[in-house]
C-alpha cells in the first residue's frame, strides 16, 4: 500500500515560483519513480514531469527551462520547483508514484497563477 501526501500550492502573480513537494510511504515507497501531472477545468490530465530514482530526469515541452523536479530518496520525497510561472500553468496538480506500470496518485493541489 502506498500513500502520496502532497504539499505546497496556492496563488502567485505570473513571473513569479512556487514550489510543490509530495512524499511517499508505505512498503514499497523507497523503488518508486515519481512524477508530476496537471490538471486544468475541463481539460484532460497532462504530464509535467517524471524522475527515476536513479535521478534520470524527463519534462513536458511547456516546462522545460522553467520547471525542475527532484527527490530525496532518503526521504521518499519528490519536488517541483516552478520558475517563471505563467497564467497556463494553473491548473491542479497531482503526484504520481509509479511501479512497475501501477500508478498510485495524490490527492492533487491547485496552482492558480494570476496575470
Known amino acids: 500500500q502506498v500513500q502520496l501526501v502532497q504539499s505546497g500550492g496556492g496563488l502567485v502573480q505570473a513571473g513569479g515560483s512556487l514550489g510543490l513537494s509530495c512524499a511517499a510511504s508505505g512498503s514499497i515507497a523507497d523503488r518508486l519513480a515519481l512524477g508530476w501531472y496537471r490538471q486544468a477545468p475541463g481539460k484532460q490530465r497532462d504530464f509535467v514531469a517524471r524522475?527515476?530514482?536513479?535521478?534520470?530526469?524527463n519534462y513536458a515541452d511547456s516546462v522545460k527551462g522553467r520547471f525542475t523536479i527532484s527527490r530525496d530518496n532518503a526521504k521518499n520525497t519528490v519536488y517541483l520547483q516552478m520558475n517563471s510561472l505563467k497564467p497556463e500553468d494553473t491548473a491542479v496538480y497531482y503526484c504520481?508514484?509509479?511501479?512497475?506500470?501501477?500508478?498510485?496518485w495524490g490527492k492533487g493541489t491547485l496552482v492558480t497563477v494570476s496575470s
Open positions: 524522475i527515476t530514482f536513479g535521478g534520470t530526469t
Open positions: 504520481l508514484g509509479d511501479l512497475l506500470g501501477l500508478n498510485y
